[in-house]
């Protein structure tokens, strides 16, 4: 009696089965003989007709002694199930590697090992715990639709060619100290607590985009810091659901470029990164009192650190020419520099009146305000220290109070002036004030007209 499992459209397994009516590859008990599994398995792949699905690999079965008996060039299996660990440390595996809908429900383990045949493609698999640390990709590596229950460990590994699509980690994925010799790409991932790339190395171009970062009660991390940047890194698309903390600090980009792209800034944190080499492009800012700001000054994070990465922030949108941009992180800089001061000062400064008078030299509708309102208040005070024609009114006191401050303010003979108590000081105040301020409109009016 044959084994009842079918292997692909219309055909059916021809090995024989045992008294459940399954064979020795197909039984899904996890404590069949390894050595029978071993010869089974060698007997079908070496044809080139039997296709490799539905296995169930026992628990003590050694997959580095199949990779060695084979003797073709590719190994490719589909809805497979090791019950085995996968163990390939310090070898060099010189077969591709296809795995489609496999379920690995043990560890997986290829530290130093070095992947020199095909590709190494994983598509629709479910892992538990997996650790390439120190791994060499000589040869494209691909995940796709790949899930990690556990830690997924690839640090201080080499790729050449990196694919990472639609990937679910479920805990902690290691990147860091990697190095990517060619084009690297990870998109649409999902990540329930942190990606880590720190001191990574970049030659060629870099994109992590469309990722979906952490649940509604956590805070995912995701970490560039100390990456050495030689050719392009791009984040494009970042989706938090929460919160998301993106850390750029301490990024090596002598000769390579940083480009954050169609991000959602509103529940980002860049605390501690450095943005000075960072480009900015349609990204979507949080908007406080009307103009915009960053995650970390909402929430009340970073607070010794946001004048510099408001400084930086305006930088990157003055590079890139979004003046716009650019004039709101300025004046979130100037407020963040004012809030450093102390508890009375924050309010009673020269930082503080430039605030007050035109918002930071950033607007002219206020500067002008100002300046009227400073002309109106001298008015009232020329009003009331002139002293009063006989029979004249209130209504003409005040005439000729605004006379004599318009007078003033045009720096025009003011002989009216010397009639009333300390005139001549007032008028010289009143000039040095209108003075100041008429430089804070201009000021705003050359700013505007800049943008």
């Not at 020269?350 to 002008?368: K, M, N, P, Q």
Request: glycine letters at 8%; a positive charge; proline letters at 3%.
């Amino acid at each position: 009696m044959n084994c009842s499992r079918s292997i692909g459209k219309r055909r059916q397994c021809t090995l024989p089965a045992d008294t459940s009516g399954v064979c020795i590859l197909h039984c899904a008990a996890r404590g069949k003989s390894p050595a029978i599994f071993m010869e089974a398995i060698l007997n079908v792949a070496e044809g080139a007709d039997y296709p490799l699905t539905g296995l169930h690999f026992p628990a003590d079965f050694s997959v580095p002694e199949m990779l060695g008996l084979l003797r073709s060039s590719r190994l490719s299996l589909a809805n497979s199930v090791f019950h085995c660990r996968v163990v390939l440390d310090r070898r060099e595996v010189v077969t591709g590697l296809v795995f489609t809908f496999t379920q690995f429900r043990a560890p997986v383990s290829a530290a130093t090992a070095v992947f020199s045949g095909g590709s190494v493609v994983f598509a629709g698999c479910q892992f538990s715990e997996l650790d390439f640390a120190n791994a060499g990709f000589k040869c494209p590596v691909v995940f796709d639709t790949c899930s990690f229950a556990e830690a997924a460990s690839f640090n201080h590994c080499t790729f050449d060619v990196t694919t990472f699509r639609s990937v679910t980690f479920g805990a902690r994925a290691d990147f860091a100290a990697a190095e990517f010799r060619g084009p690297a790409l990870f998109e649409g991932l999902s990540l329930s607590a942190s990606i880590e790339y720190s001191g990574a190395r970049i030659l060629d171009t870099f994109e992590f985009r469309q990722v979906f970062c952490g649940s509604a009660e956590t805070t995912c991390h995701v970490s560039f810091r100390s990456v050495d940047v030689v050719g392009r890194l791009v984040v494009r698309r970042l989706y938090p659901s929460s919160s998301l903390v993106l850390d750029l600090s301490h990024v090596v980009t002598e000769r390579g470029r940083v480009l954050l792209r169609d991000t959602n800034m509103s529940t980002t944190s860049l605390h501690a990164s450095d943005l000075s080499r960072v480009m900015f492009l349609s990204c979507t800012w949080p908007i406080y009192r009307g103009r915009f700001a960053c995650f970390d000054d909402l929430a009340g994070e970073n607070t010794a650190g946001l004048e510099d990465q408001y400084r930086e922030l305006r930088r990157a949108y003055e590079r890139s020419g979004h003046l716009l941009e650019a004039s709101d992180f300025y004046f979130r800089e100037m407020d963040a520099a004012r809030m450093k001061l102390g508890p009375l000062s924050r309010h009673f400064s020269l930082l503080a009146l430039y605030g007050l008078i035109s918002s930071y030299g950033e607007s002219y509708l206020r500067a002008t305000a100002m300046l009227i309102g400073l002309w109106v208040l001298a008015t009232l005070a020329f009003a009331v220290a002139l002293p009063l024609r006989p029979g004249s009114g209130v209504v003409e006191g005040v005439a000729r109070g605004a006379r004599v401050a318009t007078q003033a303010m045009m720096f025009a003979p003011v002989g009216e002036a010397k009639r009333a108590v300390g005139g001549e000081i007032l008028v010289a105040l009143f000039r040095l004030l209108s003075a100041a301020q008429s430089a804070f409109v201009a000021l705003a009016v050359r700013r505007r007209f800049r943008r």
